[in-house]
């Protein structure tokens, strides 16, 4: 079977084609190796980083997943994200929730955040 | 319930300074406005032009009420800090036909009482409005025509009027009227009463709604829509007078004029409507582009900002209504172009018969004076730096584009007739009225609007009614 | 005030800017940042993807924004917040307000990283009604991404620009449900990428030549009207339908933002709509210089700090070393190619070239004449989307009276 992907990796967005025949799997338009890697868990388990924000005590706080969760996944980890409430001081990438999607995948603040801190703007 | 004096029914521009007259009487006076702000109807989207008065037929009201407000408007706007110039009017004329229109309306306007009017050729015409179109031939220039900010007006009349005692209620839309022994009772549709001795009708587009709550029937109001398209500042010098041309054959034409504020407005086209609508209509950008090239050649169409669309409310009698109905109800209905400019005229008109009516005193404490809506802005650095030091929040800009300050901001919520929309808050200080069209500050003012009138995002909204910003809800 | 670096803007491009600078030699300097906090539009890019370029790993926004404030802090350079600059004249001189007051820094040098904004939907002639429910994708992005309201649930996207893609995906992820994507040219202008993970993953349609006509609804918008579009961009009769809405994000393109550089009097580039830059990113006035997104749009961060450090350097060379006399050759945009920048450059000097393609298509030859001195690069695929580049050596211009970049298809 013969498939097509938009490469995610990096700016360049290769053109991806991936032929299966059940056993072997074969690669063709990446331009780098991430690129083979990435189509190969699209045919078999394709994943993806979840970005979002978490409401602190004042201010949103931005979080994402520390790795790659399963794409069918995503909105069971969204629903978790949401349900956090943060209180207290946070570093930027200190854990929020040490597994968001029940397969060990860490929750992380991409900025610092001060309780008393407003909305930045 | 203690009655009032006077309930004026509508918060556009002529029930403002209805308002704001009758409070140089003692007169205990209520503005009474459906939507959730002033100048929510036609006050809000017209050309904002001050005609000098050469259009309309000799003997009218419309002739008479133009030509006296014209030469009020100054001194109001002065009084009330809203930004007016008299930028002069030009209407032209392309070949013979369309000229003897001009001596029409040179000899209309003379005989209504216009001072200055004259009739100059291309020449001349080129020194006033270099970008004439090539077809133009000869022009009317009437040097009293000016321009003023609508909405501008209708607020300050309506700020200096409760400031001065008069009350103002949004969200009353009327839906009955009583009469009682000594006047009238209100209802609203939500349930609010208020008693009056003397109702005023300056209802615009439901002013033949209104009407008929009080068993008046005797005028007919349509509906006549007019789109704009609004140029950026960059392209505000583009004309400096007010250009017309004749009406045509080829039907009514447009003008283009710039805008006390620095733009360029062009518009209206003229649209019948059975329902109210302040839709642009899709073939209204081609008919305005056309139009406007009549009369100007290479207007910069690719600096629009926006397009609106205003809907005016005219009578059958083609003439203002402005008399007394069923016991103690004054119908000013039917105020169409040039209505505006009319304004004053009209308000003082109704404010001296029903002063004359109650035998009410003059108000010796009544200031007619109101801080202008770009104090700031009128201040030298120095004194910047005074009302800065008194108040940091003048320092902080919050609208890039129109250099707006969380101070006024504030001010636009905190003072008469306060803010308490969006919108209410970009007409009073022209935060979001720029070039970015409130990309960057409307967040900003949202959560203003949210500390100061202690509302949910969800409660916020553009404005009023069910015009809400946020309807996802929270993260 | 004397000083002898005034740079506008705390993003990404202010914020390289100063390390540069500072990194060069110069300490009298300060950054004028009219939010609240410095990082610009990153703050609210909580996405990731930023940083492959320069840092080879995947990082969001506001970290990529972080990486930045820390190497800014760490050389104790001053930030000044919550200041507005009202005016910059063709002197140097910098006005600035905030709740300070009114003040004027007198500066050698200054570096113009003021960003960009987003076209706003007015400029579009759309008919119809204006009522609520109707964003920028940024401004709805900040909502969502600093403020935490959702703007609405039922959401029609025009514009297929990257901030619309990713607006798109941040609000499925929300729990709203994103009609279509409309886009009036031919092409996406985002990065293939966005198409695949922010819309083909959710399911989300992209409708390309396709525009809204109309839009419909009196207090909450409750629709729009939308047809596909001819060659010439106007709406093919009979193709219109409506589609049930309460919101409507634009994401139609980005406009540098030089009203302060108008006032300077300087002159900007039609094509750009940023100013005329040689190499050292200096501007027709000595001593005054532009990077980032005030400059010309990039589609990637990594490359606004790769340019806003040789604004940076070069003002840095300015101050310490004064005025260099320069002998320049001008740029120009050939075949299929929408403009270069630098729109001149020095001679003696290696430089960079940056540039954009006017439409897309696979297998293509980057050719630059320059005097005797042709060049010719293979690309895979080149899209209007992606700023793509190329370098020039000093010894490549020696004859050079102008150096052309065309664009052609291979064979």
Redesign the interface.
Known sequence: MERQFVCIECPRGCALTVTTDGKTVNVTGNFCPRGKKYAEAEVSCPRRVVTSSVRGMSAMIPVKTRGEVKKENIFAVMKRIRALRINRDVALGEVLDPDIDGEGTPLIATAQYHREQTDGQ | MKTIDVAVIGGGVVGALTARELRKYHIDVAVLEAADDVAAGASRANSGIVHAGFDAPVGSLKAKYNVLGNALMAGVCAELGVPFSRNGSLVVARGAEEEAQLQVLLERGRQNGVPDLEIIGRDRLLELEPHMADGVTAALHAPTGGIVCPYGLTIAAMGNAMDNGARLFTGFEVASAQQTKDGWLLRSATGQEIAARIVVNCAGAGAEYVASLFGDAFFHIGLRRGEY??LDRAAGDFASHTVFSVPTKAGKGVLVTPTVDGNLLIGPTSVEDEVY??????P??GEIKEKASWMLRDIPFGQ?????AGERAYCDRHDFILEWGKENVFHAAGIESPGLTSSLAIAREIAGQLAKRLGAAENKDFSPFRRSMHWLKELS?AE??AV??RD??Y???VC??E?V?LGEIRDAIRQNPPARTLDGVKLRTRAGMG??????C???VF?ELMKECGLR?EEV???G??????????? | MKKQLVIIGGGPAGLAAAVAAYDAGVRDMVVIEREEKAGGILKQCIHNGFGLTRFKESMTGPEYAQRFLDEVQKRGIEVRTNTFVTALSPEKQVTCRSEEGIFTYEADAVILAMGCRERSKGALNIAGTRPAGLYSAGTAQKYVNIFGHLPGKKVVILGSGDIGLIMARRMTLEGAKVECVCEIMEHSSGLKRNIAQCLDDFGIPLYLEHTIVEIKGDERVEGVVIAKVDKEKKPVPGTEREIACDTVLFSVGLIPENELTKGAALPLDPRTKGCLVDGSRETDIPGIFACGNVLHVHDLVDFVSEEAEIAGRAAAEYILCGEREKQLVLTSAGENVAYVLPQRVEKGRDVKLYFRVRSAFRGAVIRVEAGSVQKAYKRIAVAPGEMDNVTLKAADLTDADNIRVSVLREG
């Open positions: 398209m609004l609508s302040t839709a642009v209509r899709r209204a950008f629009v900002i926006t397009s609106f650095e910047k730096n800065i030091a940091p929040a320092g902080r800009i890039r584009c250099e300050s070039r970015c069209q409130s990309g960057f409307q967040p900003n959560h995002a909204t553009k404005n009614g069910n015009s809400y910003i946020i309807t996802g809800g929270e993260l």
